[in-house]
């Protein structure tokens, strides 16, 4: 993998450079609620998902936006896959979990996190981190609640996995 230099070094580097201080601040101030395999599980797995959808959604045949300065894998795409992604689904999860929410509250606490994100996105296309060539930021929005619930759904099952391997059952869930 060969990752290129910015074509220019401009809003778009800058916007995600603050992006990745306010996110790593707010995960590193976040109580440590979890053991490091489940944290490092849901970082890879986030990882994955990003690139995935990026796979999926921006490379042609079907080519539907762009993010940054070129069509190419820059080191700022990079930055976006570890530094951003992971750490703003850790913030996420870490108050889920923290509130230990049920029925409805979960559904309108991923809703309300889908919306959140989906305002970052509309601030990060004003930064002209991505370029739309097809796609909508309505899209972002349910693509953001299957995201976050699918993070749920993985959460608990990790956790399941520990408790069963360490013979105790999740309450929660």
């Known amino acids: ?58 490379i042609p045949p079907v080519d539907l936006y762009d993010a940054n300065d070129t069509e190419k894998y820059e080191i700022f795409d990079f930055v976006l896959y570890v530094a951003v992604y992971p750490p703003v689904v850790y913030i996420m999860l870490n108050v889920y979990d923290k509130w230990k929410l049920k029925g409805m509250r979960r559904v309108l606490y991923i809703s309300f996190f889908a919306l959140l994100t989906t305002g970052l996105e509309w601030l990060a296309i004003l930064a002209h981190v991505f370029t739309y060539k097809g796609w909508h930021i309505g899209y972002s929005f349910f693509v953001y609640c299957a995201v976050y619930t699918l993070n749920v759904l993985v959460f608990h099952w990790v956790r399941r996995a520990i408790m069963r391997e360490k013979g105790h059952v999740d309450p929660q869930w």
């Open 1 to 58: 993998m060969i990752l290129e230099p910015p074509a220019h070094f401009d809003s778009n580097e800058w916007f995600i450079i603050g992006a990745v201080v306010v996110v790593l601040t707010i995960s590193w101030m976040l109580p440590r609620r979890w053991l490091p395999v489940q944290t490092i599980f849901l970082v890879l797995f986030n990882l994955y998902l990003g690139k995935l959808g990026d796979y999926l959604l921006a």
